[in-house]
């Protein structure tokens, strides 16, 4: 009897493949994995590799069968192309159409020879996250932002290679959830009394943002907004037009969604908004106009309800600082630019001297400021939150939601209160659709010179002229950037600047009247073209189905490829050898496994077979075989001859071995004769004529063609998609 071997583990003895109690987790994994890579190793390198053979041969064999002109050219394939031209129309070709239409040479009218500043607006781009649709199942979401990243991508590639603005300015709102990611540094939890405002479809996913959102969440959507909008920047070109500084893109105007709302505007959101955009209360001379940016969202904070239970100061102060002495501001930036053209050091010079701290004089130190009756450019003042206007005031025929209402007969003005065609006078949980009339008159009051204004926050078009108190300023609130802002045809603001001066800045008095001129660039309806997307398949699937029905009536080329039957085997005899005894009875015997593909146009199957004569098993073991070619002529009979050939031995027939040329027929074991000795049936029928009923042969050719177009369909718009 033989012995169990036994090895040693620890302080025990235990049969070999047993478990050791002693043994580490660390030694139990190797050994689990060296296990595995074992029985892998041995089934790549016997059963797996004939599999792979295998499948590999198939593959090729089926790739071969499709790679013919007859294939290549089917009518499935060519509804492939058709969907390969839509695709590249829809997701390529109608963005550089549509900005194309935009060019600045279509719509401006500045006298010959001017030179105008190009500058374009983009308003709220909001990229798509998390906060978006929260609960939004987890293919949905990235989804949605790959679509939205790429509409607006391929929007601003044609806007910088078709147009070539010198200047973009963006007006806030870069971010859909910018104010909820949680700051590496400060204190971001909402305060008490603030807790209860926030929807109550929000509240349960604030803890969840929270842990799972932070800085590093952050700094990459930072880097998604780079890779959008900086980085194709320079398709632009890197020199400026003529008579121009440079190229710039601002993007320091923050938006509610950015930073918050008012009295609920987080201050560590802010701080870290301005350390990677910039300052967010800025004044930018441009094209000879005077832009001031102003940190409306926090600057409401002066006239919340909330102010008088809260101290607020370390919001909206820093924006009263700046609206005190933004004049100063504006002055300064006109005299640098005009110092820069008359070719001198921007910056005042100061002298260099040694004096007693006691004696120094501070009271008349150099400025650059020349005063207040110091030439002022026109000053155009951007905000995100749109100014004050009365419940109703219409926003003209370019605003998408709802035209204007149509005035009764006689009137010839617009209807006043137009609520439809107006922004909504509202406000709710971080948000307020247009700033206060007391903040928006201090606006315009401040700044002073104020001949237009820019804004976004509402998504669409508004345009409206501000009453008296606001200087009768017109305002301009501009189209969303993306498509998923509720508006379905996304677009930006065109601005040509032309204000020609003299060294000291007054204006030449060969141009008088405006210096800015409009226009609105629609972009393609993205809605749409999915809806053009989905009337296209419905198409193909009723011309494919119409197509198959066809296939067996009008006998088309079908589509569905014949399934490929096993070879026979060369070792074992394909056909069955038909015995005298079996003659004298009127046997048949058949062949199951001859077979082939048809060549007509239906899937019908033509089949070669055999007929073939042997001696009884009695005869002896090496009995020859006839095997006789149907040609018209009846079978042979004999006992040691072969009609292939003289000599004793089997013939090149036996067995169904090198038979000769031309179609070998077998005789079917449903031929019979009655009792007149009349035979009934066919007898040289195909073996194995398995014809396919006509509702197999159209089920086949619908799910075949169909299937074809739409996984390659499928596959050019990921593509495209990857691509961006």
């Keep these: 009897m033989a012995r169990p071997s036994y090895r040693t583990h620890g302080s025990g003895m235990y049969p070999s493949g047993s478990h050791d109690p002693g043994a580490s987790i660390w030694d139990e994994m190797m050994a689990g994995s060296r296990s595995i890579v074992r029985r892998a190793w041995t ?60 060019d600045w040479n279509h719509w401006e009218d500045w006298p010959p020879g001017a030179t105008p500043h ?26 949605t932002m790959r679509i939205t990243d790429n509409y607006m991508r391929r929007s601003y590639k044609q806007l910088q290679k078709i147009l070539h603005p010198d200047t973009v300015m963006f007006l806030g709102d870069l971010f859909d959830g910018g104010r909820e990611w ?25 803890q969840q943002w929270h842990k799972k959102y932070g800085e590093k969440y952050w700094l990459s959507e930072y880097g998604r907004f780079g890779r959008i909008f900086i980085d194709n920047w320079i398709l632009g070109g890197t020199i400026p037009a003529p008579f ?81 002495e933004v004049k100063t501001r504006k002055r300064r930036a006109v005299q640098k630019e005009l110092r820069f053209w008359r070719g001198e050091v921007e910056e005042v010079m100061l002298d260099h001297r040694v004096e007693e701290l006691e004696n120094a004089d501070f009271s008349h130190l150099p400025t650059i400021d020349p005063g207040g009756n110091a030439p002022d450019f026109p000053t155009i003042l951007l905000t995100h939150v749109p100014l004050y206007r009365d419940p109703g005031t219409p926003c003209g025929p370019m605003r998408e939601h709802w035209p204007p209402a149509k005035p009764p007969k006689g009137q010839t003005g617009p209807v006043i209160p137009d609520h439809r065609n107006a922004i909504s006078v509202s406000s709710g949980y971080q948000y307020q659709n247009v700033l206060s009339d007391e903040d928006s008159i201090k606006l315009v009051k401040s700044i002073g010179n104020v001949i237009h204004v820019f804004s976004g926050d509402d998504h669409d078009y508004c345009e409206v002229v501000h009453s008296p108190q606001k200087e009768n300023v017109r305002e301009i609130t501009v189209k969303s950037f993306s498509m ?57 699937i009723l011309t494919l189905v119409a197509r198959a029905f066809l296939v067996p009536i009008l006998k088309l080329q079908p589509f569905a490829l014949e399934p490929i039957h096993a070879a026979p085997s060369a070792v074992l005899p394909v056909f069955k050898a038909k015995t005298d005894g079996d003659d004298d009875e009127s046997e048949f015997e058949r062949d199951s496994t001859s077979s082939a593909t048809s ?46 050939g003289p000599g004793p031995g089997p013939g090149p027939g036996q067995w169904g071995w090198a038979q000769s040329r031309g179609p070998r027929i077998q005789i079917r074991r449903d031929t019979y004769y009655d009792s007149d000795g009349k035979v009934r049936g066919d007898p040289w029928r195909p073996s194995s004529s398995r014809r396919r009923t ?25 593509w495209l998609a990857w691509l961006g």
């Excluded at 019908?604 to 075989?625: D, I, L, V």
């Excluded at 006509?694 to 718009?717: F, G």
């Design 43 to 102: 089934y790549g390198s016997g059963r797996g590799r004939h599999v792979a053979w295998s499948l590999a041969v198939k593959g090729g064999h089926q790739l071969r069968r499709n790679m013919v002109r007859r294939r290549l050219l089917s009518f499935p394939h060519l509804l492939v192309g058709l969907w390969l031209l839509v695709l590249l129309w829809g997701e390529r070709w109608t963005f550089a159409s549509k900005v194309d239409r935009c």
């Design 118 to 143: 190009r500058l374009i607006f983009v308003a709220d781009p909001q990229l798509i996250d998390p906060h978006s649709y929260p609960g939004r199942p987890w293919p949905l979401n990235p989804l």
């Design 182 to 206: 949680k700051t590496a540094h400060g204190d971001f939890d909402e305060p008490e009394w603030a807790q209860s405002h926030r929807p109550a479809d929000e509240k349960k996913y604030v």
């Design 244 to 324: 121009q500084r440079g190229r710039k893109l601002i993007s320091s105007l923050p938006g509610n969604h950015d930073l918050g709302f008012g009295a609920e505007v987080k201050l560590p959101a802010r701080h870290r908004f301005n350390a990677y955009f910039g300052e967010t209360n800025r004044v930018d001379v441009i094209g000879n106009h005077t832009f001031v940016s102003v940190d409306s969202v926090s600057l409401s904070a002066d006239t919340s309800s909330m102010k008088d239970q809260v101290d607020l100061r370390a919001i909206y102060q820093p924006v009263n600082d700046f609206l005190d």
């Design 484 to 540: 998923a802002m509720g508006v379905p045809t996304p677009g930006f603001q065109m601005v040509s600047l032309f204000n020609p001066v003299d060294s000291q800045g007054k204006p030449l008095p060969s141009l008088s009247g405006r210096t800015l001129q409009t226009h609105l660039c629609l972009l393609p309806n993205q809605l749409s073209m999915f809806a053009t997307y989905a009337i296209l398949g419905v198409f193909t």
């Design 599 to 644: 060549a007509s146009n239906l899937p019908s199957a033509r089949f070669a077979s055999t007929r073939t004569k042997a001696h009884s098993p009695s005869q002896g073991r090496n009995a020859s075989t006839t095997t006789t070619p149907y040609h018209g002529s009846t079978p042979a009979k004999g006992k040691g001859k072969s009609k292939a």
């Design 694 to 718: 006509v509702l197999k042969v159209v089920t086949e050719e619908i799910w075949t063609s169909c299937w074809r177009v739409a996984w390659m369909a499928v596959l050019v718009y990921a």
